[in-house]
């Protein structure tokens, strides 16, 4: 109870000095403020990849279905906060390009992203051995998850692109005003935390309806 408490209080902190505390960015004006948004929510995605990953390596490991529930739901995760990420990205192009889609490297590597794990649901539904689930299940997510910093972090930096990274991101090394790296970190870790704390709520959830015998989480 006191976590989520803190949680609402910090991120009810960070989205006022989103807004009244940190200035804009020189050359992106007010349209600069979605990055205390949109990098979070793309990073927390990243990370919800990872951690599935991860449990889908522990359950080939030890064949616990916790494992499998857990790296299934963190793929979940995954793709509503690169939805998420997507949609404030979109929200900038069209305030800065006039147009909320343009097939940007960026745009297209995302949306590439969100048809390999949204794949990995269609895989899911399509089996109904438990067993036969899990297992495909863990190997197609370690397996997708190579695919990540390709299309995340590699793809969008061969070709060129309209993402505003040159203007906050100078030579490699990220060049923002104090102001607007303390809201930006402080927005990181809220974030992060949101994770965690959903994170969390599930496994406790899952372990709980093992405990009582209930049905399977999906």
């Known amino acids: ?13 960070v989205i006022y000095a989103a807004f009244f505390y940190a200035p804009s960015a020189m050359g992106l004006g007010e349209k600069s403020r979605i990055i205390f948004f949109h990098v979070p929510l ?11 990953m991860v449990h889908a ?5 030890t064949r616990d279905l916790y494992h499998d529930r857990m790296g299934s739901f963190n793929s979940e995760m ?10 404030t990205g979109a929200m900038f192009a069209q305030a800065a390009w006039g147009v909320y889609w343009n097939w940007d490297p ?14 990995f649901f269609a895989l899911r539904s399509a089996l109904e051995e438990e067993e036969t689930r899990a297992r495909l299940s863990s190997v197609y997510l370690i397996l997708a998850f190579f695919s990540v910093p390709f299309l995340v972090f590699i793809v969008p930096r061969i070709y060129s692109s309209l993402h505003p990274d040159p203007i906050i991101n ?4 990220l060049n923002m005003d104090s102001k607007m790296f303390q809201v930006f970190i402080a927005s990181l870790f809220c974030f992060t935390g949101l994770y965690f704390w959903i994170y969390n709520l599930n496994s406790r ?4 309806k093992a405990r009582s015998g209930g049905d399977e989480l999906e």
């Open 1 to 13: 109870m006191l976590a989520k408490v803190f949680l609402g209080v910090a991120m009810s902190v």
């Open 42 to 52: 793309a990073w927390v995605g990243v990370l919800a990849y990872l951690v599935s």
């Open 57 to 61: 390596i522990k359950f080939l490991k």
């Open 78 to 87: 995954g793709v509503v906060f690169t939805i998420l990420a997507t949609i």
């Open 106 to 119: 960026r745009q297209t590597s995302i949306f590439v992203l969100l048809l390999i794990y949204g794949a």
């Open 170 to 173: 100078v030579e490699g090394s």
């Open 205 to 208: 959830l899952i372990k709980l």
